[in-house]
């Protein structure tokens, strides 16, 4: 089976999750894709961010993006991202939602999700039921 993880990390938590779920998979006897989406700040405006966030992204700097390709490859899902003030990344939502155009070709595959830690269980709850209503709105199965 063919796993692909996608997640979004500007701390890095969320990556640590989805390096744990990628592990599990991979213990699971799956060929696993780890794949991280692309930041939305450019990358100079990054670099003058906090110590954390430049050491996050130095850590992940191995970690290839994501592609819709790899979403096509795979034969599970599982999305990961922090909670933004009860939504997931806009980082995730513009992998999802564009620019390349998936049409029915997510039909019947099954995904997960996961999100980082917030503040609040209600922003949580949220920011993963709005991953759930993304794959779903491509057909997928949602476990």
């Avoid at 640590?16 to 592990?23: E, F």
Wanted: with cysteine.
């Amino acid at each position: 089976m063919n796993v692909a993880v996608i997640f979004y990390s500007l701390y890095g938590d969320t990556a640590a999750l989805a390096a744990a779920v990628a592990q599990g998979a991979e213990q699971a006897g799956a060929i696993v894709r780890l794949r991280q989406v692309a930041g939305l700040a450019p990358p100079q405006d990054r670099w003058r961010a906090s110590a954390r966030i430049r050491a996050t992204g130095e850590r992940l700097a191995s970690v290839p993006l994501a592609r819709h390709d790899d979403l096509l490859w795979a034969d599970a899902i599982a999305l990961g991202s922090p909670a933004r003030y009860g939504a997931m990344s806009a980082e995730l939502r513009r992998f999802l939602d564009g620019p390349g155009h998936l049409g029915g070709d997510l039909a019947g595959k099954v995904a997960s999700v996961f999100c980082s830690p917030s503040p609040t269980e209600g922003a949580q709850r949220a920011a993963l039921h709005g991953m759930i209503a993304s794959l779903l709105r491509h057909g997928v199965i949602v476990q």
